[in-house]
């Protein structure tokens, strides 16, 4: 009877450079080592800087709500922004408008004497205040209640301020129509403050007209 051959079991090899799937293998390794390296590397090139968290008018004192922390990476010559390495600015004074969602720039900070406004209350014409929201410019218009000579001639209406920033719209009265008024706190200033109060003081009739190219609705 013939016997069958029997199999002679194989050691295991060990693998060689030689092996292409050793070869990629560590090629992929280093891939991904070189690619994560990178990664860390950008990720560590940007730079924390304040945004602004609303509108954000000249003329505001700064609190803790008003700026939020972002990581950006800034192109060069773009260093003159609000770094967030120290403490947001709370105390001190936008000195002009940065729009929610901006960088704020260094330069837009300042201290109390680098602020010439003052805020004035004023109550318009709902019709002339629609649409209008912190942050917006108009131009303020009034109209003195009674004739200015005696020839019964209609009071002439001036254009008292040009393009004062909207602190707030506050709230309206009256029903629909004419009879509708809205108070608003603008940005006035402090040459052209007791000229405003004044003619409020004298029940003058105030219009605020949107400035030309002024964003109005939506903000914060």
Do not use: C, H
């Not at 003619?199 to 605020?208: F, H, I, P, R, S």
């Amino acid at each position: 009877m013939t016997e069958l051959a029997t199999p002679s079991a194989k050691r295991l090899q060990r693998p060689s450079w030689r092996d292409s799937r050793l070869v990629v293998g560590v090629l992929l390794v280093l891939l991904a080592a070189t690619l994560g390296a990178k990664a860390v590397a950008s990720a560590d090139d940007r730079t924390p800087v304040w945004v602004a968290a609303g509108n954000l008018v000249a003329g505001d004192r700064v609190d803790e709500s008003s700026f939020v922390r972002a990581d950006v990476r800034l192109a060069d010559g773009m260093g003159s922004y609000l770094t967030a390495d120290a403490p947001a600015p709370t105390g001190s004074f936008m000195v002009r408008d940065v729009r929610a969602g901006e960088l704020v720039p260094a330069s837009a900070v300042g201290g109390p004497d680098a602020v010439d406004v003052q805020r004035v209350t004023v109550r318009a014409d709902a019709m002339s205040t629609n649409g209008l929201s912190r942050g917006s410019r108009v131009d303020v218009f009034v109209t003195p209640k009674a004739p200015t000579s005696n020839d019964g001639s209609r009071p002439a209406t001036k254009k008292v301020l040009e393009s004062a920033a909207v602190a707030a719209v506050l709230t309206s009265s009256g029903g629909l129509g004419s009879g509708s008024m809205t108070s608003v706190q603008i940005y006035v200033p402090a040459a052209n403050v007791q000229p405003l109060v004044e003619a409020v003081d004298a029940e003058a009739k105030v219009t605020l007209v949107p400035s030309v190219g002024a964003v109005t609705g939506g903000g914060a």
